[in-house]
Protein backbone atom coordinates (compact mmCIF):
# COMPACT_ATOMS: atom_id res chain seq x y z
CA UNK A 1 0.00 0.00 0.00
CA UNK A 2 1.54 3.49 -0.49
CA UNK A 3 0.52 5.90 1.70
CA UNK A 4 2.78 9.22 1.87
CA UNK A 5 1.57 10.33 4.68
CA UNK A 6 -0.20 11.46 8.08
CA UNK A 7 -2.71 13.92 6.45
CA UNK A 8 -5.08 15.48 9.48
CA UNK A 9 -6.13 14.18 12.52
CA UNK A 10 -10.20 14.45 13.57
CA UNK A 11 -10.65 14.89 17.62
CA UNK A 12 -14.04 15.10 18.96
CA UNK A 13 -14.34 17.20 22.64
CA UNK A 14 -17.02 18.19 25.43
CA UNK A 15 -14.90 21.64 25.80
CA UNK A 16 -14.51 23.33 22.94
CA UNK A 17 -13.69 26.48 24.04
CA UNK A 18 -10.86 24.99 26.34
CA UNK A 19 -9.78 23.93 22.60
CA UNK A 20 -10.10 27.19 20.59
CA UNK A 21 -7.98 28.85 23.07
CA UNK A 22 -5.07 25.89 23.08
CA UNK A 23 -5.34 25.32 19.52
CA UNK A 24 -5.37 29.10 18.63
CA UNK A 25 -3.39 31.17 21.52
CA UNK A 26 -1.08 28.46 22.49
CA UNK A 27 -0.25 26.31 19.72
CA UNK A 28 -0.79 29.28 17.23
CA UNK A 29 -2.51 27.05 15.06
CA UNK A 30 -5.07 29.55 12.99
CA UNK A 31 -8.84 28.78 12.46
CA UNK A 32 -9.37 28.11 8.83
CA UNK A 33 -12.45 29.10 6.85
CA UNK A 34 -15.42 26.84 7.56
CA UNK A 35 -15.28 26.74 11.37
CA UNK A 36 -18.62 26.86 12.73
CA UNK A 37 -19.78 26.69 16.28
CA UNK A 38 -19.57 23.22 16.87
CA UNK A 39 -16.68 22.56 14.71
CA UNK A 40 -12.82 24.22 15.02
CA UNK A 41 -11.22 23.79 11.21
CA UNK A 42 -7.41 24.70 11.67
CA UNK A 43 -5.00 25.33 9.57
CA UNK A 44 -0.88 24.81 9.71
CA UNK A 45 -0.12 25.43 6.38
CA UNK A 46 -1.63 25.57 3.06
CA UNK A 47 -4.17 22.40 3.29
CA UNK A 48 -7.46 24.10 4.24
CA UNK A 49 -7.37 22.66 7.46
CA UNK A 50 -5.06 20.10 9.15
CA UNK A 51 -6.77 19.22 12.53
CA UNK A 52 -10.25 19.47 13.13
CA UNK A 53 -12.24 19.60 16.55
CA UNK A 54 -15.92 18.44 16.82
CA UNK A 55 -17.63 19.40 19.48
CA UNK A 56 -19.63 16.52 21.30
CA UNK A 57 -20.41 13.91 24.27
CA UNK A 58 -16.58 12.62 24.69
CA UNK A 59 -12.78 13.48 24.66
CA UNK A 60 -11.27 11.20 21.84
CA UNK A 61 -9.59 10.60 18.66
CA UNK A 62 -12.55 10.19 15.97
CA UNK A 63 -10.15 9.75 13.12
CA UNK A 64 -6.60 9.56 11.87
CA UNK A 65 -6.71 10.83 8.32
CA UNK A 66 -3.69 8.93 5.91
CA UNK A 67 -3.25 10.28 2.21
CA UNK A 68 -2.34 8.47 -0.66
CA UNK A 69 -1.37 10.12 -4.36
CA UNK A 70 -4.43 9.48 -5.98
CA UNK A 71 -7.67 7.72 -6.73
CA UNK A 72 -6.15 4.38 -7.84
CA UNK A 73 -4.03 4.26 -4.98
CA UNK A 74 -7.04 4.36 -3.21
CA UNK A 75 -8.35 1.90 -5.02
CA UNK A 76 -5.49 -0.54 -4.45
CA UNK A 77 -5.72 0.76 -0.62
CA UNK A 78 -9.14 -0.63 -0.45
CA UNK A 79 -8.37 -3.86 -2.05
CA UNK A 80 -5.50 -4.73 -0.66
CA UNK A 81 -7.54 -4.24 3.25
CA UNK A 82 -10.67 -6.13 1.88
CA UNK A 83 -8.41 -8.99 0.77
CA UNK A 84 -6.29 -9.11 4.15
CA UNK A 85 -9.98 -9.26 6.10
CA UNK A 86 -10.09 -5.24 7.25
CA UNK A 87 -14.00 -4.46 5.94
CA UNK A 88 -13.64 -1.04 4.77
CA UNK A 89 -16.40 1.65 4.15
CA UNK A 90 -16.38 4.48 1.15
CA UNK A 91 -17.40 7.55 2.78
CA UNK A 92 -20.43 9.45 1.55
CA UNK A 93 -20.73 12.79 -0.19
CA UNK A 94 -21.38 14.46 2.96
CA UNK A 95 -18.05 13.42 4.85
CA UNK A 96 -16.18 13.97 1.66
CA UNK A 97 -17.31 18.02 1.50
CA UNK A 98 -16.54 17.98 4.94
CA UNK A 99 -13.31 16.70 4.80
CA UNK A 100 -12.57 18.84 1.43
CA UNK A 101 -11.10 15.32 0.06
CA UNK A 102 -11.72 13.96 -3.38
CA UNK A 103 -12.15 10.12 -2.25
CA UNK A 104 -11.99 8.79 1.02
CA UNK A 105 -12.58 5.18 3.31
CA UNK A 106 -13.16 4.74 6.66
CA UNK A 107 -10.96 1.79 8.44
CA UNK A 108 -9.75 0.45 11.90
CA UNK A 109 -6.74 -0.98 12.75
CA UNK A 110 -6.58 -4.22 14.86
CA UNK A 111 -6.78 -2.44 18.15
CA UNK A 112 -10.42 -0.62 16.38
CA UNK A 113 -8.67 2.85 16.34
CA UNK A 114 -10.66 4.54 13.18
CA UNK A 115 -8.59 4.99 10.52
CA UNK A 116 -9.58 7.27 6.80
CA UNK A 117 -7.66 7.05 3.99
CA UNK A 118 -7.85 9.56 1.06
CA UNK A 119 -6.88 11.56 -1.88
CA UNK A 120 -7.46 15.07 -3.21
CA UNK A 121 -7.45 17.46 0.14
CA UNK A 122 -8.57 20.79 -1.20
CA UNK A 123 -5.13 23.75 -0.54
CA UNK A 124 -5.43 27.08 1.08
CA UNK A 125 -3.21 29.58 -1.13
CA UNK A 126 -4.16 32.79 0.96
CA UNK A 127 -0.63 33.64 2.96
CA UNK A 128 -1.12 31.66 6.39
CA UNK A 129 -1.66 34.43 9.41
CA UNK A 130 -0.02 32.69 12.18
CA UNK A 131 -0.23 34.32 15.27
CA UNK A 132 3.23 34.43 16.86
CA UNK A 133 5.08 34.28 13.04
CA UNK A 134 5.60 30.51 13.87
CA UNK A 135 5.95 28.19 11.35
CA UNK A 136 5.05 24.13 11.33
CA UNK A 137 7.22 21.79 9.68
CA UNK A 138 4.47 19.78 7.49
CA UNK A 139 4.68 19.26 3.50
CA UNK A 140 5.16 15.97 2.31
CA UNK A 141 6.16 14.89 5.36
CA UNK A 142 2.51 15.58 6.81
CA UNK A 143 1.17 16.86 9.96
CA UNK A 144 3.59 15.48 12.54
CA UNK A 145 2.96 12.23 14.36
CA UNK A 146 0.46 10.66 16.69
CA UNK A 147 0.76 7.74 19.14
CA UNK A 148 -2.11 5.44 19.19
CA UNK A 149 -3.07 3.20 21.95
CA UNK A 150 -2.76 -0.61 20.74
CA UNK A 151 -3.48 -3.20 23.43
CA UNK A 152 -2.88 -5.92 20.94
CA UNK A 153 0.55 -4.18 19.95
CA UNK A 154 2.32 -6.98 17.64
CA UNK A 155 -1.09 -7.19 15.55
CA UNK A 156 -0.91 -3.53 15.40
CA UNK A 157 2.72 -3.61 14.08
CA UNK A 158 2.01 -5.71 11.84
CA UNK A 159 -1.15 -3.46 10.14
CA UNK A 160 1.00 -1.13 9.91
CA UNK A 161 4.39 -2.43 8.89
CA UNK A 162 2.94 -5.23 6.62
CA UNK A 163 -0.63 -3.82 5.31
CA UNK A 164 -0.08 -0.33 4.79
CA UNK A 165 3.81 -0.59 3.98
CA UNK A 166 4.95 1.85 6.71
CA UNK A 167 8.50 1.32 7.30
CA UNK A 168 9.77 -0.08 11.13
CA UNK A 169 11.95 3.20 12.40
CA UNK A 170 12.47 1.19 16.43
CA UNK A 171 11.44 0.62 18.81
CA UNK A 172 11.85 0.57 23.04
CA UNK A 173 10.87 -1.57 25.62
CA UNK A 174 8.72 -0.52 28.47
CA UNK A 175 8.14 -1.86 32.10
CA UNK A 176 5.36 -2.87 33.11
CA UNK A 177 4.68 -0.06 35.00
CA UNK A 178 4.66 2.07 31.61
CA UNK A 179 2.03 0.27 30.65
CA UNK A 180 -0.50 -0.34 33.44
CA UNK A 181 -3.26 -1.66 31.58
CA UNK A 182 -1.67 -4.40 29.51
CA UNK A 183 -3.53 -7.70 29.02
CA UNK A 184 -0.53 -9.89 29.14
CA UNK A 185 2.11 -10.12 32.15
CA UNK A 186 5.50 -9.77 30.57
CA UNK A 187 8.72 -8.91 31.64
CA UNK A 188 8.72 -5.28 29.03
CA UNK A 189 6.23 -4.27 26.26
CA UNK A 190 7.55 -3.13 23.01
CA UNK A 191 7.12 0.44 22.01
CA UNK A 192 6.97 0.77 17.59
CA UNK A 193 7.38 3.58 15.71
CA UNK A 194 7.02 3.86 12.41
CA UNK A 195 6.91 6.04 9.05
CA UNK A 196 5.57 5.74 5.55
CA UNK A 197 8.10 8.69 4.36
CA UNK A 198 11.00 10.29 5.63
CA UNK A 199 10.08 12.19 8.75
CA UNK A 200 11.23 9.49 11.73
CA UNK A 201 7.95 8.65 12.78
CA UNK A 202 4.37 9.53 11.58
CA UNK A 203 3.49 7.02 14.13
CA UNK A 204 3.71 5.57 17.16
CA UNK A 205 2.58 2.41 18.93
CA UNK A 206 1.89 2.25 22.57
CA UNK A 207 1.10 -0.61 23.92
CA UNK A 208 -1.85 -0.25 26.54
CA UNK A 209 -4.84 1.06 26.51
CA UNK A 210 -6.11 4.67 26.66
CA UNK A 211 -9.74 6.00 26.70
CA UNK A 212 -9.30 8.57 24.58
CA UNK A 213 -8.04 6.81 21.99
CA UNK A 214 -4.59 8.96 21.41
CA UNK A 215 -1.77 9.06 23.49
CA UNK A 216 -0.92 12.56 22.11
CA UNK A 217 0.28 14.28 18.42
CA UNK A 218 3.48 16.16 17.75
CA UNK A 219 3.33 19.08 16.02
CA UNK A 220 6.73 20.65 14.48
CA UNK A 221 8.17 23.71 14.27
CA UNK A 222 10.86 25.26 12.03
CA UNK A 223 12.66 26.99 14.97
CA UNK A 224 13.79 26.44 18.58
CA UNK A 225 12.55 29.77 19.68
CA UNK A 226 8.92 28.83 18.17
CA UNK A 227 9.16 26.05 21.02
CA UNK A 228 10.38 28.18 23.57
CA UNK A 229 7.92 30.50 22.68
CA UNK A 230 5.17 27.67 23.21
CA UNK A 231 6.39 26.64 26.25
CA UNK A 232 5.83 30.14 27.84
CA UNK A 233 2.61 30.53 26.67
CA UNK A 234 1.85 27.22 28.29
CA UNK A 235 2.70 27.95 31.19
CA UNK A 236 1.90 31.48 31.18
CA UNK A 237 -1.73 30.00 30.35
CA UNK A 238 -1.45 27.52 33.68
CA UNK A 239 -1.35 24.63 31.65
CA UNK A 240 0.31 21.52 32.80
CA UNK A 241 3.49 20.62 31.23
CA UNK A 242 3.81 16.72 31.61
CA UNK A 243 7.11 16.61 29.87
CA UNK A 244 9.67 18.69 30.31
CA UNK A 245 12.06 20.22 27.28
CA UNK A 246 14.19 17.60 26.12
CA UNK A 247 15.91 15.80 23.05
CA UNK A 248 14.52 12.36 22.01
CA UNK A 249 17.48 9.51 21.04
CA UNK A 250 15.01 7.94 18.24
CA UNK A 251 13.70 11.25 16.02
CA UNK A 252 16.31 13.69 18.01
CA UNK A 253 13.44 16.00 18.38
CA UNK A 254 13.66 18.90 21.06
CA UNK A 255 10.28 19.37 22.49
CA UNK A 256 7.85 19.06 25.56
CA UNK A 257 4.53 17.81 26.04
CA UNK A 258 1.51 19.37 27.06
CA UNK A 259 -1.64 18.37 28.77
CA UNK A 260 -4.32 19.04 26.24
CA UNK A 261 -7.90 19.20 26.88
CA UNK A 262 -9.52 16.03 27.17
CA UNK A 263 -7.01 14.07 29.05
CA UNK A 264 -4.12 13.56 26.24
CA UNK A 265 -1.15 15.79 25.37
CA UNK A 266 0.37 17.73 22.45
CA UNK A 267 4.08 17.62 22.05
CA UNK A 268 5.65 20.67 20.44
CA UNK A 269 8.80 19.88 18.94
CA UNK A 270 11.76 21.43 16.69
CA UNK A 271 14.85 19.79 15.04
CA UNK A 272 12.96 16.36 14.39
CA UNK A 273 15.26 13.78 12.28
CA UNK A 274 14.86 13.00 8.23
CA UNK A 275 15.50 9.40 7.30
CA UNK A 276 16.45 7.91 3.78
CA UNK A 277 14.43 4.87 3.87
CA UNK A 278 16.54 2.86 1.49
CA UNK A 279 19.66 3.14 3.71
CA UNK A 280 17.74 2.59 6.82
CA UNK A 281 17.74 -0.45 9.80
CA UNK A 282 15.98 -1.05 12.10
CA UNK A 283 17.15 -0.32 15.52
CA UNK A 284 16.43 -0.77 19.31
CA UNK A 285 16.48 2.24 21.22
CA UNK A 286 17.30 1.78 25.22
CA UNK A 287 16.17 5.38 26.38
CA UNK A 288 13.58 7.79 25.06
CA UNK A 289 15.87 10.95 25.49
CA UNK A 290 19.46 12.04 25.78
CA UNK A 291 18.62 15.13 28.19
CA UNK A 292 15.34 16.09 29.72
CA UNK A 293 11.66 15.29 28.82
CA UNK A 294 11.34 14.50 32.76
CA UNK A 295 7.71 13.36 32.82
CA UNK A 296 5.75 14.49 35.78
CA UNK A 297 3.53 11.87 37.18
FE1 LIG B 1 6.09 11.96 20.15
Not at 34 to 50: A, C, F, I, N
Not at 115 to 141: C, K, M, S
Not at 184 to 195: G, T
Request: charged content about 25%; overall charge negative.
Amino acid sequence: MDIRALGYLRLETTRPAEWRTYALDLLGMTEAPGSTEDTLRLRMDDRVHRITVHTGTADRLLAAGWEVADAAALDRAARELEAAGHPVKAADAGELDERRVRGLIHVSDPCGNPLEIYWGQAQDHTPLGTPYGNRFVTGDLGLGHVVLPVPDIEAARDFYEHLLGFQLRDSMRLPPQAVPTATAQRDFHWMHFLSPNRRHHSLGLYPGALPPGIVHFMVELETLDDVGHGLDRMNAAGIPIASSLGRHTNDRMVSFYAQAPGGFQVEYGWDGLLVDPAAWVAKEITADSFWGHRWNG
